[in-house]
Nanobody, 124 residues
Framework: QVQLVESGGGLVQAGGSLRLSCAAS????????MGWFRQAPGKERLLVAV????????YYIDSVKGRFTISRDDAKNMVYLQMNSLKPEDAAVYYC?????????????????WGQGTQVTVSS
């Protein structure tokens, strides 16, 4: 029953950077695999990146590889998404999600704890 709160979204020009943060509380953070998802208006929510329970493995969708970096700090109960070289197509509400059922999974249906989202807007 971990609770998640995202922050760090905002307006940025194409080519710029943002760092999103997700603060976790109410659970044992080290037990959770953590993921970042995004949803643009009229589009399906989709996975962007995952970091494993141990922090040793990561996964990124092809469109963000080389530009985004997911990381976690278990001492602070935080997970981050560093976003560089932002493109207009990256604009969306970004959500943090967690699961303690798997040490690492790229499948959205296995995530059962969600934050409320933070808006990222990218202008061309």
């Amino acid at each position: 029953q971990v609770q998640l709160v995202e922050s760090g979204g905002g307006l940025v020009q194409a080519g710029g950077s943002l760092r999103l943060s997700c603060a976790a509380s109410g659970g044992t953070f080290s037990r959770y695999c953590m993921g970042w998802f995004r949803q643009a208006p009229g589009k399906e929510r989709l996975l962007v990146a995952v970091v494993s329970k141990s922090g040793g493995s990561t996964y990124y969708i092809d469109s963000v590889k080389g530009r985004f970096t997911i990381s976690r700090d278990d001492a602070k109960n935080m997970v981050y998404l560093q976003m560089n070289s932002l493109k207009p197509e990256d604009a969306a509400v970004y959500y943090c999600a967690a699961t303690d059922r798997y040490s690492f999974t790229m499948f959205p249906r296995f995530y059962d704890r969600w934050g409320q989202g933070t808006q990222v807007t990218v202008s061309s």
